[in-house]
């Protein structure tokens, strides 16, 4: 008897031991909510459930972009630290260069919250438009353009690296 009592005795720490292990997992699961609940949602939108149901548009929108065959290319030429020029050249599916359109462009840091810039671009010649900027910082910028002629709208985007 004394024996049996000898070997209960020193097996208390396991109650102990499933109950830290209760802790540990309570503890884990609490910080992954918190994580969770203040961390970016990744969201694009403010109502994807509205932008969700008008997808069809952009489909169709996307559809019509690709029937006009234009291309468009960006550079960034510096002219004295971040300041420079954005440069849009833009044809059509011959390769012509176009003319005559509206054309404006977004900048905006891929990866920091800094506040997106607007521009309208002039026409430079030669299906080329361009525009003075002077950025934030250097590193790598996304332009977003949308060049528009009557009905005709063609939107693209392309990163540049700004050194």
């Known amino acids: 008897m004394q024996r049996a009592l000898w070997r209960f ?3 208390r720490w396991v109650p102990w031991a499933i109950g830290g292990a209760f802790l540990v997992v309570a503890l884990v699961n609490g910080a992954l909510a918190y994580f969770a609940l203040h961390s970016d949602p ?3 939108s403010d109502h994807p459930f509205e932008l969700g149901n008008g997808y069809n548009r952009v489909l169709d929108a996307g559809a019509a972009q690709d029937a006009l ?3 468009g290319t960006i550079r960034f030429v510096g002219d004295s630290g971040l300041s420079g020029r954005i440069i849009v050249e833009l044809t059509d599916a011959a390769g012509a260069p176009l003319t ?6 977004a900048i905006v840091r891929p990866i920091e ?3 997106q810039q607007d521009l309208a671009l002039d026409a430079s010649g030669q299906g080329s438009y361009a525009a003075s900027v002077t950025l934030a910082r250097a590193g790598q910028w996304e332009v977003r353009v949308k060049a528009e002629r009557g009905p005709d709208l063609y939107q693209f985007a392309q990163r540049i690296l700004v050194r």
């Open 100 to 105: 005559g359109l509206a054309v404006k462009a």
């Open 113 to 115: 919250p800094l506040p």
């Open 9 to 11: 005795s020193h097996c």
């Open 69 to 71: 065959g234009w291309h």
């Open 42 to 44: 990744g969201l694009v």
